[in-house]
Each structure stands twice: as structure tokens, then as C-alpha cells.
């Protein structure tokens, strides 16, 4: 291990010569970030140990490692030439990529996508791996093209909904790094029509409710919905509930035969929402009955109910995006829609709900046709 450790120093020293050094040779660091990048998943022996067992060895000297070419990739430009550690990784390429590159990319270097992105399947328990895996997302075309491009998407999509799933365990961090890999995923129309197309035998990890044959899309609103419903119960956080949501409303018009455990969920949001107005608008209307006769300071009722108006209107695009753009492909959101008309009532006359209920009522009536 120590010999792993001075073999990791040797190469990190180098790459920070480069640095100080600007004369120093290009291929020189590109090599040494590669090898920097491949050390983080293979000095610690990773990919060798079950996940359990990876919980109980952190891996100190690939945890370590990670850490370092993180802080190295988000080092802020000098103010005469660029983070050359962070053009390495936004700029490296696949080495099964045989076209030549259109524009010469300084520090540029050759990595197996294949290999890295059964690492990083793997290595989502932590909080540096899924911090790895955003970065490449957002910052490197080349590795999130090929991670889009991937058949078995399941195994990135499903370690990266187990930590949205186990959110109590979580540190806020890791919870809103993967909320955004989620964000990036879903901003691609491919992405949201071929993750209705996998289906999943079962979900272990998922203990709330026995899910056999479920699409890895159905799973996927399960997971983002039970985090708006912690969110709405613990944290309250506006930003976690923002990105949430629109993360469902990136895929609702690529929505493809919904499990019934999700469109049920869907609409049950949407019920707990509606109460949550209610209750609020009826706080308000008392707090506004006390402060006429009290000049004592009271919560500000007006700035949570417009919160609750904005996610409701967000949920009611999300259900009119999907039935607008793919009614006959989700029967299940179309019965658990109509069962529960009623619950819609209260919101036909609200002045901020109007134009899309008006929509809504459109759509149901053209689903009792058929229904």
C-alpha cells in the first residue's frame, strides 16, 4: 500500500510541476492526469468487493486520490493562462475513438470510456464518485455523449436513485449531486423514451412497497417523488423541491406505460400538495383576522402559500405534458386521474390555475371516451 501511495505522490508531484512550470511538456501532464484519474478507481482495489464490503473498507488511498484530482480539476485559472488539470478532464477522449479530434485540445489524453464507466457504476456509494460523475457529465461532452449513448443505463440510473432513496442517510451534498446527474440525464429526449424501455425484475433496495416488472422511467418518478415528500415533511428546502420537479417535467412527455404504483403516487402528490394549500390559505385568512386587532409579527403565510401555488402548477404541467403528448400510451395515470377528478375542482376557478386546468378537463374529457 505504501508503495501505491509514493507511486500516487510521484505522479501528483509531477502534475503540479506542470503547473508551476507552464514550459513544462503537454503530454507529460495529460499523462500523468490519466493515470491520476485511472489510480482513483484501481489503487484502491475497487470493483473487486461487494458494496457492503466497500462500506466497511472506505478505501482510503482511492477515496484520497479522488479527493485530490477533484480539488486539482476545480483549481481557479491563473490569470494568464487556464487550469490545465481542468481542461485534462474536460477534454480527454476514448481510446476506442479512432476520428480524429476537429480542434487540437491542449493537455488532451486517451482513456477507456468502458472501463470508467463500469467504475463509476460501481463507485456511486460515495460522494466523490457521484461528484466525479457530475463533472463529467457537465463539464466533458465526449464521456456524457457515451454515457448517453450506453444500452444499460440501469446500472448508472439505479445506484444513483438508491441514494436519492435513502435520503435520511445521506449528507445534503450527495442528495444534490445526484438530483443534478438526474437533471443533466433527463435533459436528453433519448434518455427519457429508452428508460420506459428497461424493465426491472425487482428492486431490493426499494422496501416500501414490493416492486416486480417495473420500468426503470416508473421507478425513477417513484424515487424523485418520495424525495419531494421528505423534502415537503423535513428539510423544506425550495431548491430541492425545484430541481425535483423538474427533473419529472423533463421526461413527462416521453412518459410510456406508467406503473400503476406510480401514476397512483402522481396523483397522491398532488392530493397532498392541495391539502397542504388548503391549510395554509386557511392559516393566513386566521393570521389575517389577528392582526387586526394585534400589531405582533406572524409568520409571512402569503410567501408559503405562493410557494405551494408554484410546485401545484408545476405538478399540474407535469400531468398535462404527459396526457397531451402520450394519452394513450398511460392508462393507468388516465384511471387514477379520473378517480380522483374531484380533488381537481377547487382549482378550475383559482386565477393561476385556470388556463391549464381548462387544458386538463379538455384531455380527461377526450380519456372518458375511450375510457
Known amino acids: 500500500m505504501s508503495q501505491g501511495h ?14 508551476v512550470g507552464r514550459q513544462a511538456q503537454k503530454l507529460g501532464l495529460s499523462t500523468n492526469v490519466s493515470r491520476g484519474l ?7 482495489g475497487a470493483g473487486t468487493k461487494t458494496g457492503l464490503e466497500q462500506d466497511h473498507n472506505h478505501l482510503p488511498l482511492s477515496n484520497q486520490s479522488l479527493l485530490l484530482l477533484l480539488v486539482l480539476a476545480n483549481l481557479t485559472d491563473g490569470p494568464d493562462f487556464p487550469n490545465p ?48 460523475l457530475y463533472t463529467l457529465l457537465h463539464q466533458n461532452a465526449n464521456m456524457r455523449t457515451y454515457i448517453l449513448s450506453r444500452t444499460d443505463m440501469d446500472n448508472l440510473v439505479l445506484p444513483i436513485l438508491e441514494i436519492l432513496y435513502s435520503v435520511e442517510e445521506r449528507n445534503s451534498h ?11 440525464l433527463t435533459e436528453d429526449d433519448a434518455f427519457n423514451r429508452s428508460i420506459h424501455e428497461v424493465v426491472l425484475k425487482s428492486v431490493p433496495w426499494y422496501t416500501e412497497r414490493s416492486l416486480t416488472e417495473i420500468s426503470l422511467g416508473s421507478l425513477l ?23 425535483c420537479l423538474a427533473a419529472l417535467a423533463n421526461m413527462s412527455a416521453q412518459f410510456r406505460c ?13 392530493a397532498l400538495l392541495s391539502k397542504k394549500h388548503n391549510k395554509v390559505l386557511e392559516q393566513a385568512t386566521q393570521s389575517l383576522r389577528v392582526r387586526q386587532g394585534d400589531n405582533t409579527a406572524l409568520p409571512d403565510y402569503a410567501q408559503d402559500l405562493n410557494v405551494i401555488e ?30 380522483k377528478r374531484e380533488m381537481f ?5 383559482h386565477p393561476s390555475f385556470q388556463d391549464i386546468m381548462q387544458n386538463l378537463d379538455t384531455v380527461s374529457s377526450i380519456a372518458l371516451v375511450f375510457c
Not at 323 to 334: I, K, W
Not at 345 to 349: I, P
Open 6 to 19: 509514493n507511486s500516487l505522490s510521484s505522479t501528483v508531484l509531477l502534475g503540479s510541476y506542470v503547473v
Open 38 to 44: 485511472w489510480s482513483v478507481f484501481t489503487l484502491g
Open 85 to 132: 488539470y481542468r481542461q485534462a478532464i474536460t477534454c480527454f477522449r476514448n481510446t476506442q475513438d479512432t476520428s480524429a479530434s476537429p480542434v487540437e485540445q491542449p493537455h488532451t489524453f486517451q482513456i477507456n470510456f468502458n472501463s470508467l464507466y463500469t467504475a463509476l457504476c460501481e463507485q456511486q456509494r460515495s460522494d466523490q464518485a457521484t461528484l466525479l
Open 174 to 184: 450527495h442528495v444534490y449531486m445526484a438530483l443534478i446527474i438526474l437533471l443533466i
Open 221 to 243: 418518478i417513484l424515487v424523485v417523488i418520495r424525495t419531494i415528500q421528505f423534502n415537503m415533511t423535513r428539510t423544506r428546502d425550495k431548491y430541492l423541491h425545484t430541481n
Open 258 to 270: 406508467l406503473h400503476q404504483y406510480a401514476s397512483q403516487r402522481i396523483i397522491s402528490l398532488f
Open 310 to 339: 408554484e410546485v401545484i402548477r408545476m405538478m399540474l404541467e407535469i400531468i398535462n405534458s404527459c396526457l397531451c403528448n402520450s394519452l394513450h400510451h398511460n392508462p393507468n395515470l388516465v384511471y387514477a386521474l379520473l378517480y
Open 345 to 349: 375542482e377547487q382549482f378550475r376557478t
